[in-house]
């Protein structure tokens, strides 16, 4: 095999709910390699389906976690029969999905927490003052109350456990040799950080279970370097001694980095479930939404807020009214114009997460409920009424748009330029797409970078600033601002009319 030229590089690694990945950016911040083991397909000796094992009881999600350990002995040797030069790695970082590591992992799809989210709520004084305080109302999946459920279920494991850690600090720990601390951002959602101080929640420890700040370990920095790559990766594939761990993030955290966003942008993701990444600087907690502190900026925050009804809405729409055509579905918006003459829609075919309704609702321009709307006028409903709702909660969560915003968009609808002129001229700011294959890995690699280069004093955008950028896709239109500020406030008058009636509240 022709010799290689050396290339000094970091590593990013991606524990992620069906694989573990990992790619290498050199220092031009090009990815020269990138690898993965599937944990159906090349471990099927651990019975997973879709990474997961789904529990008789259909709320309990788990994974086994010796399947992450041996996925990554098994890329690593991928690597080194490749003939990767492990020693021009100079540093590595990485990212996992979000839950915390015992024989046998919950992970995110798991819901069997409900009691011990209602008494963790109870203990702080209720959902909106735990959102105050962490970030996020209580959540299933989060890991206080995992643990909680850990503790009164299991007391004698609880006590016989010596370090409790997240999938993030978990996998950082295999190449430090030894426990890695938790960084505060991946840290944020365990509904135990207090958000603003970056230190654990005595009323929040204390709720879920006894001695466990001992347990977690304090928490740091997301850019901190937490030691050297342990003597066994040195002495096995080659790397170098002074090879720097920098500490793992959360998967939604390091997807912000691989994105690069700065403050006052958002990123779009236009998928199955439609997902938007705010970078704030004054965050609003609220019982919606998740607010995490930065992994690049320990003086900010990101704000994560999900909506189930994404593409599959859209892609009804278009076979009902745009005859199964995208084409057509385009022309639809490119025929009616801006703020839809009024008319206002809100297209739940299945329960939304923000805000909580279903069904599909049309209004008239005089806030008439009707029964339908023309083909064309119902594609444009839908869509202004997508953007509408994201960016009235992301403004609940504190996100303003500011003269230097971008929008980042990603996921299948950001190649229709249609779809994204609308959301262009409803936030009243360019928008660019951009390649994120793998942004949580190349986000680990960027932030070994930052690590690297002095993490805390070194702003992140200085260190990534080689990176490709993204594409103009889209500019908002003449006069849209007069338009949506107009159409804004009443369709959130009508979003919480809705709401209302959902929950049997009087209007």
């Given at each position: 095999m022709a010799e290689r030229a050396a290339?000094?590089?970091?590593?990013?690694?991606?524990?992620?709910?069906?694989?573990?990945?990992?790619?290498?950016?050199?220092?031009?911040?090009?990815?020269?390699?990138?690898?993965?083991?599937?944990?159906?397909?090349?471990?099927?000796?651990?019975?997973?389906?879709?990474?997961?094992?789904?529990?008789?009881?259909?709320?309990t999600v788990t994974s086994p976690v010796l399947m992450w350990v041996q996925a990554l002995d098994i890329i690593l040797e991928k690597m080194k029969a490749s003939g990767?030069?492990?020693?021009?790695?100079?540093?590595?970082?990485g990212a996992g999905q979000a839950c915390f590591s015992i024989s046998d992992c919950p992970v995110w799809m798991d819901s069997s927490t409900a009691t011990q989210c209602r008494q963790l709520e109870a203990a702080v004084g209720g959902?909106?003052?735990?959102?105050?305080?962490?970030?996020?109302?209580?959540?299933?999946?989060f890991t206080g109350n995992q643990i909680a459920k850990v503790y009164q279920q299991n007391p004698e494991a609880y006590s016989h456990t010596e370090r409790i850690s997240l999938v993030s600090s978990f996998a950082a720990s295999l190449f430090l040799g030894a426990y890695s601390p938790i960084d505060y951002s991946?840290?944020?959602?365990?509904?135990?950080?207090?958000?603003?101080?970056?230190?654990?929640?005595?009323?929040?420890?204390?709720?879920?279970?006894?001695?466990?700040?001992?347990?977690?370990?304090?928490?740091?920095?997301?850019?901190?370097?937490?030691?050297?790559?342990?003597?066994?990766?040195?002495?096995?594939?080659?790397?170098?001694p002074g090879c720097k761990v920098v500490a793992f993030t959360g998967d939604n955290p390091a997807s912000l980095a691989?994105?690069?966003?700065?403050?006052?942008?958002?990123?779009?993701?236009?998928?199955?479930?439609?997902?938007?990444?705010?970078?704030?600087?004054?965050?609003?907690?609220?019982?919606?939404?998740?607010?995490?502190?930065?992994?690049v900026?320990?003086?900010?925050?990101?704000?994560?807020?999900?909506?189930?009804?994404?593409?599959?809405?859209?892609?009804?729409?278009?076979?009902?009214?745009?005859?199964?055509?995208?084409?057509?579905f385009s022309k639809a918006l490119r025929s009616t114009e801006m703020g839809n003459g009024g008319n206002l829609g809100f297209y739940f075919d299945v329960m939304e997460i923000t805000p909580e309704i279903i069904g599909r609702h049309r209004f008239n321009a005089e806030n008439h409920k009707v029964s339908a709307f023309p083909k064309d006028v119902e594609v444009r409903a839908l869509i202004e009424g997508q953007f509408m709702a994201k960016r009235i909660h992301?403004?609940?969560?504190?996100?303003?748009?500011?003269p230097k915003t971008k929008i980042l968009a990603t996921g299948g609808a950001s190649h229709n330029r249609d779809i994204l002129q609308v959301l262009a001229d409803v936030f009243g700011a360019p928008v660019y797409v951009i390649d994120t294959a793998n942004s949580a890995c190349v986000g680990s690699a960027y932030r070994a970078f930052h690590g690297l280069a002095g993490g805390t004093d070194v702003p992140f955008s200085e260190v990534v600033k080689l990176a490709s950028n993204p594409t103009l896709a889209a500019t908002p239109s003449p006069g849209a601002s007069q338009v949506y500020e107009a159409l804004l406030p009443q369709y959130a008058r009508l979003e919480q009319r809705l709401l209302s009636q959902a929950q049997g509240s009087p209007e």
């Open positions: 290339r000094r590089c970091c590593l990013g690694w991606d524990f992620s709910t069906q694989q573990v990945k990992v790619v290498a950016v050199d220092a031009e911040l090009h990815v020269f390699y990138e690898d993965s083991v599937h944990f159906d397909r090349d471990l099927p000796e651990f019975g997973t389906q879709g990474g997961v094992h789904v529990h008789k009881d259909g709320v990767f030069d492990f020693s021009q790695v100079l540093a590595l970082s959902a909106q003052a735990l959102s105050c305080l962490t970030g996020s109302r209580a959540y299933e999946r991946d840290g944020s959602g365990m509904n135990l950080l207090q958000i603003q101080d970056k230190v654990w929640s005595q009323a929040c420890l204390g709720a879920c279970a006894p001695h466990l700040e001992e347990k977690l370990g304090p928490p740091v920095p997301s850019c901190s370097v937490v030691g050297a790559v342990s003597s066994y990766y040195v002495q096995r594939y080659g790397f170098a691989g994105m690069r966003l700065e403050e006052g942008d958002i990123a779009v993701s236009l998928g199955t479930s439609d997902t938007l990444f705010l970078w704030l600087r004054e965050p609003t907690p609220a019982l919606e939404g998740h607010i995490f502190c930065s992994p900026d320990a003086r900010h925050y990101m704000a994560l807020l999900c909506f189930k009804n994404g593409s599959l809405m859209r892609e009804k729409i278009r076979d009902e009214s745009a005859s199964r055509s995208w084409s057509e992301a403004e609940g969560l504190g996100y303003r748009v500011m």
